[in-house]
C-alpha cells in the first residue's frame, strides 16, 4: 500500500522514478512547497539560474547534448511567462523538456491573483502538450504521462501548472509499471510497402541525395550510425539541415556540408538537380527550400518523418513514410541488402558536385590586420578538434560561420536554435550541456550582441563551477541585421549597431570568470590556447573585421541556384518589394 | 498550394472530454490561419468520456490535408475523419428563428413554416420562434424567407454530420 504524500513530494518522487538527475529553475511563491520538498532529499540536483528562459535553454542544451528529457521547474507568473520564449524554442526544435510551472491556489484562479497568469491558455500553442493539475492524486500519473509524451512520437516540451494548493494537499503516489496513453500513440515503424517502394527507387535513382535534419539526432545515435551505412551502401551524396549538423561526419567525402540560405553551393545546386531527394527527419523549412516553386523541380522526393503534419506542409512528396527515422533506416538497410541492391553508375553526378564543389563557397583568405571570422571560427576547430568538443551558439552571423567552419564529426555535439532563432540561447545551453558532460570541452559561439541577452547567467556557470568557454565573435554589429540592412534596405543601418558594449574582460572576471582579449590574428591562436588552458569558465571577446558578411546565402525568395557567393560582391538593394516582405 | 480552389469539408473529430480541448482545437485553426464555417460540439459518451467536435471548412484539398494531420498531432484527439472525402454522410442543422409580425406577414410565415415543417416553440400574439432543422441550405432558404415576413433574430447549432450506413466512426 502506497503511503499518502504531498503534492510536493510527489513530483519530487515522479522526477526521481523517472531517472531525473538535475533540474533547472528559479523558487517564486508558488513553488516554495515543491522546493522545500527538493531541499530535503538528494537524488536530484537544482541548478538555479538567473532568468527563467535560461532555465529552459539550459534544459534543452542538457537534453539535445546527452538525449534525456530536460527538466525545468518555475513558478507562476512572471516565472511561467519567462519561460515562455525557451518552451516555445523547444517546440520549434523537437527538444524533449517537461516545465513545471507553480500556479495560485486552486480556489483563486481566474480572480487576478498575486502572480497568477493563465500559464496552460499561453502555452497551449507552443508546447507539445499542458496539463493544468487540480488533483493530487492525479499528480503523478500526469507526471509520468508528461516524460512519455515529451520523449515520444517528434518530442517536445510539455508543460505540467500545478497549483500551490495542490502541492501542499496529500495523496497515494505509486509508480506507474508502464505508461501508455489511450489516444496519444506514435507510430515508430514504417510502413513495409512503404520502404519498400523507399528502397527501389533508390536503387533505381542515378543523381540521389540524402537531405537530413534533426530528426535523425532525436532519434539516438544508433540513427545516425544507420545513416552512414545506407550513405555507404548507396553512395549517394549527404546534405544537412543546421539542425541535423553532425549525423554525418564533416568531412567526409560524400557529405556536401549543410543546405540551405547560408549552405555550401554544392549541397543546394546537388538539391536543385537531384533526380531523387531523400529526406531523412526534416521539414522542408522555408531557410531550406528558399524559393518553393524552384526547389528541386525535377525530383521525385521521398519523405521519412515521424509527425504526419510535416508531410506535403509546404512541398509535395511523392512518398511518404511514417515512423521513426532510425527505425526506417535499419528496415531499408535490411531490404537494399537483402535484394542485393547495387546503386546505379554515379560517374556523371560526382562529377558535377566535384564542379560545385570547386568554387569552394565556404572559402576565405585571412590577410591583413582585421581578423576574419571564418578564420576565428576555423582556428577554433583546429585546435579543439581533438577534444570532441560540444558546441553551443547563439543567432545571427557568427552561428551561420560555426555551421559552416567547425565541422562535426557526431551527434549531439551541436546546440542551436534553429526553428524559433532564439538570441540568447547559447549561454544557458552550454551550462546544460556542461552538466550533462562533466568532463566535456563546451564553447558557446557567441556574437557581442546575442551573448547580453542572457550573459547574467554567467554567475550561475560561477555557482556550480562549470568551465564553460564563451567564445564572442566581436564585430560591434548584430551582424546579420545588419547584412540584411546591407541587402535589403540601403545600407541604413538603422539600430544594428552594438553601441556601449561592456568591456567583456572586467564583466567576466567581475563573475569570477576569466577574460581573454583577441585583438587580431596574431594572438588568435595564443588566445584559443589561453582559454583551453584554463580549466574553469573563460570569456573571450575575440574582435574581428566589422563588415563582413555570411556567405553564400540565398537571398530570402530566390532559388537554390540564385546563390551569392563571397565575391560576387554584395547587390545592394537587388530585392525587390515582394522579396524585402520576406523574413 | 494556396492558389488551388477551395472545397468545403466537414471533418469529425473525437477528443478526449477534458478541460480545454475546444481551445486547442479552436486554437489550432486560428494560428495556423485555417478557416472555421461552423463549430458544433457535445459530449456523446455513455461515460463522458468523449465529445465529438464537428467542424465545417474550407481550403485547397492540401491544406484540408494539413488541417487534419495538424488535429491528428493533438495529444487528446481520438479520431479525424474527413466525412466529405469518406463518402455518403448525412449533415444536419437546426435553427430557432424569431419573426414578429401580425396580420397577413403572420399568417404567411406561418404558412411557409408548415412547408418547411418548422415547428413554433414559442408564440405570442405579435411573434413565433420557429424550429427548424435540416441541411445548411434548407436552413439558409427558410431564414431567407422569413426576412420577408418579419425576421427578428435567428439562433442556429451549426452543422453535425454522421456517415451514412451500420458502422462507426
Known amino acids: 500500500m502506497a503511503a499518502e504524500m504531498t503534492g510536493a513530494e510527489i513530483v519530487v518522487q515522479a522526477l526521481a522514478d523517472q531517472g531525473v538527475e538535475v533540474i533547472f529553475g528559479y523558487p517564486g511563491g508558488a513553488v516554495l512547497p515543491i522546493y522545500d520538498a527538493l531541499h530535503q532529499q538528494q537524488r536530484i540536483r537544482h541548478i538555479l539560474v538567473r532568468h527563467e528562459q535560461a532555465a529552459v535553454h539550459a534544459a534543452e542544451g542538457y537534453a539535445r547534448s546527452s538525449g534525456k528529457v530536460g527538466v525545468v521547474l518555475v513558478t507562476s507568473g512572471p516565472g ?220 521525385k522526393k521521398i519523405h521519412v518523418d515521424i509527425d504526419r503534419s510535416s508531410f506535403n506542409k509546404t512541398v509535395r512528396v511523392d512518398l511518404a513514410v511514417l515512423g521513426d527515422v532510425g527505425s526506417v533506416l535499419e528496415d531499408m538497410i535490411k531490404l537494399w541488402r537483402a535484394r542485393a541492391h547495387k546503386p546505379q553508375d554515379m560517374e556523371q553526378w560526382w562529377s558535377d558536385i ?68 532564439t538570441m540568447g540561447y547559447g549561454l544557458p545551453a552550454a551550462i546544460g550541456a556542461q552538466l550533462a558532460h562533466p568532463g566535456a570541452l563546451v564553447i558557446d559561439i557567441a556574437g557581442e550582441a546575442s551573448i547580453q541577452m542572457n550573459i547574467q547567467e554567467l554567475g550561475t556557470a560561477t555557482q556550480y563551477r562549470l568551465p564553460v568557454k564563451v567564445f564572442v565573435i566581436n564585430n560591434e554589429y548584430m551582424g546579420m541585421v545588419r547584412q540584411w540592412q546591407e541587402l535589403n534596405h540601403g545600407s541604413r543601418y538603422s539600430e544594428s549597431y552594438s553601441d556601449s558594449l561592456p568591456d567583456f574582460v572586467k564583466l567576466a572576471e567581475a563573475y569570477g570568470w576569466k577574460g581573454i582579449v583577441i585583438e587580431g590574428p596574431d594572438d588568435l591562436d595564443a588566445g584559443i590556447a589561453a582559454m583551453l588552458a584554463h580549466d574553469g569558465p573563460v570569456f573571450v571577446d575575440c574582435r574581428v573585421a566589422k563588415l563582413a558578411n555570411c556567405f553564400p546565402m540565398i537571398p530570402s525568395g530566390a532559388a537554390h541556384t540564385d546563390m551569392i557567393l563571397e565575391g560576387d560582391g554584395a547587390r545592394p538593394d537587388a530585392a525587390d518589394e515582394d522579396a524585402r516582405a520576406l523574413v | 498550394m494556396k492558389h488551388l480552389p477551395s472545397e468545403r469539408h466537414t471533418l469529425s473529430i473525437l477528443v478526449d472530454n477534458e478541460a480545454g480541448v475546444l481551445a486547442r482545437i479552436v486554437g489550432l485553426f486560428s494560428a495556423r490561419g485555417y478557416n472555421i464555417d461552423s463549430l458544433t460540439v457535445a459530449d456523446v459518451s455513455n461515460d463522458h468520456a468523449v465529445s465529438r467536435i464537428t467542424v465545417v471548412t474550407n481550403g485547397p484539398p492540401p491544406v484540408i490535408d494539413q488541417i487534419i494531420a495538424q488535429l491528428d498531432r493533438l495529444v487528446p484527439v481520438h479520431r479525424v475523419l474527413d466525412l466529405t472525402d469518406h463518402g455518403p454522410h448525412v449533415e444536419r442543422e437546426m435553427a430557432l428563428v424569431k419573426v414578429a409580425g401580425t396580420g397577413e406577414k403572420r399568417v404567411e410565415a406561418l404558412r411557409l413554416a408548415d412547408i418547411f415543417r418548422a415547428r413554433p416553440v414559442d408564440t405570442t400574439t405579435a411573434s413565433f420562434v420557429f424550429e427548424v432543422s435540416g441541411s445548411t441550405e434548407k436552413v439558409d432558404q427558410f431564414i431567407a424567407l422569413m426576412r420577408e415576413v418579419g425576421l427578428v433574430e435567428v439562433a442556429r447549432t451549426g452543422v453535425v454530420a454522421i456517415a451514412r450506413g451500420a458502422e462507426a466512426v
Not at chain 1, 366 to 382: C, D, F, N, V
Not at chain 1, 384 to 407: C, L, N, Y
Open chain 1, 80 to 299: 511561467a511567462t519567462n519561460a515562455v520564449t525557451g518552451i516555445t524554442d523547444a517546440m520549434m526544435d523537437s527538444v524533449p523538456l517537461v516545465v513545471l510551472t507553480g500556479q495560485v491556489p486552486t480556489h483563486l484562479i481566474g480572480t487576478d491573483a498575486f502572480q497568477e497568469c493563465d500559464t496552460i491558455g499561453i502555452t497551449r500553442h507552443c508546447s507539445k502538450h499542458n496539463y493544468l493539475v487540480k488533483d493530487t492524486a492525479r499528480l503523478g500519473a500526469v507526471l509520468h504521462e508528461a516524460f512519455h509524451i515529451a520523449r515520444s512520437g517528434r518530442p517536445g516540451p510539455v508543460v505540467i501548472d500545478i497549483p500551490k494548493d495542490i502541492q501542499i494537499f496529500r495523496a497515494k503516489y505509486e509508480k506507474p509499471a508502464q505508461v501508455t496513453h489511450k489516444t496519444y500513440k506514435p507510430q515508430v515503424k514504417g510502413d513495409r510497402a512503404a520502404i519498400e517502394a523507399a528502397v527501389e527507387m533508390l536503387a533505381a535513382a542515378e543523381r540521389p541525395i540524402f537531405y537530413t535534419g534533426g530528426g535523425i539526432i532525436n532519434s539516438g545515435p544508433v540513427a545516425s550510425q544507420l545513416l552512414r551505412e545506407l550513405a555507404k551502401l548507396t553512395g549517394a551524396p549527404v546534405t544537412s539541415t543546421l539542425m541535423g549538423l553532425g549525423c554525418f561526419p564533416a568531412g567526409h567525402p560524400q557529405f556536401l556540408g549543410m543546405l540551405g540560405m547560408h549552405g555550401s553551393y554544392e549541397a543546394n545546386m546537388a538539391m536543385n538537380r537531384c533526380d531523387l531527394m531523400v529526406c531523412l527527419g526534416a521539414r522542408f523549412d522555408d531557410r531550406v527550400t528558399g524559393r518553393l516553386d524552384a526547389f528541386s523541380p525535377n525530383s
Open chain 1, 354 to 421: 566535384r564542379g560545385w564543389r570547386a568554387r569552394d563557397s565556404f572559402g576565405f583568405e585571412q590577410k591583413g590586420a582585421a581578423l576574419l571570422p571564418q578564420h576565428a571560427i576555423r582556428r577554433l576547430y583546429e585546435m579543439t578538434r581533438d577534444k570532441k568538443p560540444i558546441i553551443s551558439t547563439e543567432v545571427g552571423q557568427h552561428q551561420m560561420w560555426a555551421a559552416q567552419h567547425f565541422g562535426f564529426h557526431e551527434p549531439n555535439k551541436w546546440l542551436t536554435s534553429g526553428g524559433l532563432g
